[in-house]
């Protein structure tokens, strides 16, 4: 089996800073694509940021110059480096990734079990 773990969610002020962590652990082969997603109260899940395994990044227009997604191949661990954070960004946080495990042939998406992300004054 193969699981995502999540950690460094938590609550700031707007402006603050935090950066989430999430490692890929058990019977992996290969991470393809890496990427984190967020879901507000009343509001659909979004994808923030993406990496593929090549280190190419995909950002959501409000995140682009605040947030910074990186990868540590040796380590399956996916980051996301979150500043200038606003009250707008107060959802939960869950990481993805395209992975394929040991004695199957096709990679399939798994997910991390959230951590919240909380920007208040």
């Known amino acids: 089996q193969v699981h995502l773990v999540e950690s460094g969610g938590g609550s700031v002020q707007p402006g603050g800073s935090l950066r989430l962590s999430c490692a890929a652990s058990g019977s992996v082969v290969s991470i393809y694509a890496m990427g984190w997603y967020r879901q507000a109260p009343g509001k659909q899940r979004e994808l923030v940021a993406r990496i593929t395994s090549g280190g190419s990044t995909t950002y959501e227009d409000s995140v682009k110059g605040r947030f910074t997604i990186s990868r540590d191949n040796a380590e399956n661990t996916v980051y996301l480096q979150m500043n200038t954070l606003e009250a707008e960004d107060t959802a939960v946080y869950y990481c993805?990734?395209?992975?394929?495990?040991?004695?199957?042939?096709?990679?399939?998406?798994?997910w991390g079990q959230g951590t919240q992300v909380t920007v208040s004054s």
């Open positions: 993805n990734a395209l992975i394929r495990e040991l004695y199957t042939t096709s990679p399939r998406d798994y």
